[in-house]
């Protein structure tokens, strides 16, 4: 449960409908749905990606996992902070980026699924849940809260243009600050954990 309400805040598609509304409100309903699906499988199988090698990639660069969560949680409440201010979060993608990508046909690549719903803070978040995992089973679990998130991701881009029409634009920013809440939270306790467990690794 924590490893998903990790990933779901993180990731935040319900905020991302609002991104991806407006990059694909020129598209036909076919052509959206089509987009948001394979938008959606390469952010998975880049998400599942760095869990299952993030690890190894840690090892190579002589990076300890605690280390990665004090820094992974300084990134994490940056992106928090944008999020509780109703802002496009710097770390995933900028207005400027958005505009930029209009004319573009492969916006499912950048910037939906790289790195609107995998960005910096999404992959950090994965390695470091699973460089906690003390078991096999609660491997098992980070994988399967990977995929039951972008499982959602999927619903809600694909029903995009509904649910903003049944939110609107002011019940997106009242989620988006909420999940900014909760993610600064988590934020939080990644760093507390991180500098705890490297003050007693030096007793």
Do not use: H
Request: aromatic residues 12%.
């Amino acid at each position: 449960m924590y490893a998903f309400s990790s990933l779901f805040a993180i990731i935040s598609p319900v905020s991302g409908v609002v991104t991806f509304v407006s990059l694909t409100s020129e598209l036909k309903l076919e052509e959206k749905n089509a987009l948001a699906t394979k938008s959606v499988i390469l952010a998975c199988i880049i998400a599942l990606f760095f869990a299952i090698s993030g690890e190894m990639i840690l090892d190579f660069f002589g990076i300890s996992i605690d280390s990665l969560r004090v820094a992974g949680g300084v990134l994490l409440f940056t992106v928090a902070f944008d999020m509780m201010l109703a802002k496009v979060s710097r770390e995933s993608i900028t207005e400027k980026e958005i505009d930029k990508s209009m004319d573009r046909s492969d916006i499912w690549i950048f910037p939906i699924a790289l790195p609107l719903l995998t960005g910096p803070g999404a992959i950090t978040t994965v390695i470091v849940l699973m460089g906690s995992a003390s078991s096999i089973l609660q491997n098992i679990a980070v994988l399967f809260a990977i995929l039951l998130t972008f499982a959602i991701t999927m619903v809600l881009f694909r029903f995009s243009r509904r649910i903003y029409k049944f939110l609107g634009y002011t019940g997106m920013l009242v989620f988006t600050r909420l999940m900014g809440l909760l993610l600064a939270a988590m934020a939080v306790n990644f760093i507390s954990q991180g500098l705890w467990n490297i003050y007693v690794s030096f007793q």
